[in-house]
């Protein structure tokens, strides 16, 4: 069955370091891959989406990489600051030109000041 | 402002009750989602609609329903059917299909009495 995996222990990192996060997955040939920021209580946000064909994106202080040989995708936040510490999900889409999108549980990301 | 709004934030079922939750957008977006979220876990698909009077069901449709009767509007019903129902629901649009950036509203709280 299709599967994305997410690292599920929270990432703890200094503030001004590189975040680096993880998602893996099986089972699934993804047109695009996109990323997510959400708080405690609220909606997911949309962040970056980077297609098949592309190797890396870059939006500021973010970064996304997809390798679809390896099936994973890192998503990097440069310079993190306290303001960046929320869960991040990964989701697939646009297989087979189907509406449907596949989400990860989403890591939870600390930056500590 | 454009966005999808949510509504009631809370809402408490009884046993055998059914309830619904309310979503609206006025993005002029063709597609809309349900999705459910338990703590931990990724974005789980109930129903999606691609067109006006028409949608599918997705990865956990059972014991719920929904219609699209109005561009703007797709309210999913929980039925008594569903044993499980405390959990937060996320509804979401996209201007169509594929490599579509999804909005998010802000989420339902559902809690069993």
Redesign the interface.
């Known amino acids: 069955s299709q599967k994305?995996e997410q690292n599920?222990e929270a990432l703890n990192i200094q503030e001004g370091k590189t975040a680096t996060l993880t998602c893996n997955y099986t089972n699934y040939s993804p047109?695009?891959l996109?990323w997510?920021r959400q708080d405690p209580?609220?909606?997911?946000?949309?962040l970056l989406?980077i297609?098949e064909n592309e190797k890396e994106k870059r939006k500021e202080r973010l970064k996304v990489t997809f390798d679809t040989t390896l099936k994973q995708s890192l998503f990097h936040i440069t310079a993190s600051q306290p303001a960046d510490s929320a869960t991040y999900?990964c989701?697939l889409?646009?297989a087979s030109?189907?509406?449907?999108?596949?989400?990860?549980?989403?890591t939870r990301l600390k930056v500590l000041a | 402002d454009g966005g999808i709004t949510q509504s009631p934030k809370y809402l408490f079922r009884k046993e055998g009750q059914n309830v619904t939750l309310s979503c609206e957008q006025n993005l002029n977006h063709d597609a809309m989602y349900w999705y459910r979220q338990d703590p931990g876990q990724g974005l789980r698909l109930i129903y999606y609609s691609q067109i006006v009077n028409d949608f599918q069901k997705g990865d956990i449709a059972e014991g719920y329903s929904v219609s699209r009767e109005k561009k703007e509007s797709f309210p999913l019903t929980v039925t008594s059917a569903q044993k499980n129902p405390t959990a937060f629901y996320l509804c979401a649009s996209t201007l169509g299909g594929g490599a579509e950036t999804q909005y998010f509203g802000p989420g339902t709280r559902l809690l069993v009495l």
Request: hydrophobic letters at 30%; a positive charge.
């Open positions: 994305i599920s047109a695009y996109q997510y209580g609220r909606g997911p946000v949309f989406l297609r999900l989701a889409g646009g030109g189907t509406y449907k999108y596949i989400f990860g549980t989403g």
